[in-house]
């Protein structure tokens, strides 16, 4: 009774169709526990553009008045 | 008016309809994260900011045409118009921007490489440094996915979108991505304590 259980839900589960959409967007507990470990180093490397960038931007979008 | 409290979508309706400072909060609040996603890829100051500039550039033309689609987020959007850049640059310039890019990608393969030049730097540099240096030994693929992930603030439905892949291979990339960077840790016996 046990098996054959266990061989219909298995055949429901492998044979469902998974939608993109529905998939978990995580990583595993061991991946996350190492991303979450070097999350404050990557900060360090966040950047920014020169302000010299910026103006040529904000001017190019200025000549459209 | 405090724009920092506007929605994405109010700041572009003012831009649109004229007000600049809608343009200017939207980059005030997303150039570092698009920024470093570029200069992380590119590896290179000036490049980065030509195609940070490009990137915008685009955006303001885009926007100033009425071609934005609404139903779209603002930050997948940008970051699409910069990593589309970026493999522009690449395809321009007929060169990879990773050690390797194949599936047989060994990462012992790499550290070899990577011992003989730069050993007695890794010794003296900063562990932000050294992270840096790892991060850009990774197939571009991985980094690519770590970099929109990170810096992007993207979600690996949107990271799928833009690199045209399943969301299951953005996150088996970011697995691999934070597997070959632990790898490559352990191996330097690198510590993040401090």
Redesign the interface.
Known sequence: MGEIFTNSFNAVINNAPVK??E?R?N??AD?LI??H??????D???????LQ??H???D???S?R | MDFQLRSDQDLIHLYITGD?AG??EL?RRY???I??SI??LVKDEYL??DI??DT??KV?NTL?AGKYNEEGKFLPWVTRIAHNLVIDHFRREKRAPMVSNGDDFDIFEVLGNYDESTEDRMVREQ??KD??TL?QLLPSEQKEVLIMR??GDL???EI?DITDV???TA?GR??YA??N??KMMQSKEMS?KN
């Open positions: 993109e959409s998939v967007e990583l595993e991946d190492f991303y470990s070097i999350r404050a180093e990557l360090l490397l966040k950047k920014r553009p020169k960038t910026i040529y931007i904000l190019h979008s200025k459209f | 600049e343009l200017v980059i150039q570092s994260k920024y470093t200069y992380l980065a900011e940070f500039q915008f550039i303001i100033k562990t932000h992270l840096k991060i990170h810096f979600s690996f439905k799928a399943s969301i299951n996150l970011m697995r934070l597997n960077l632990r993040l």
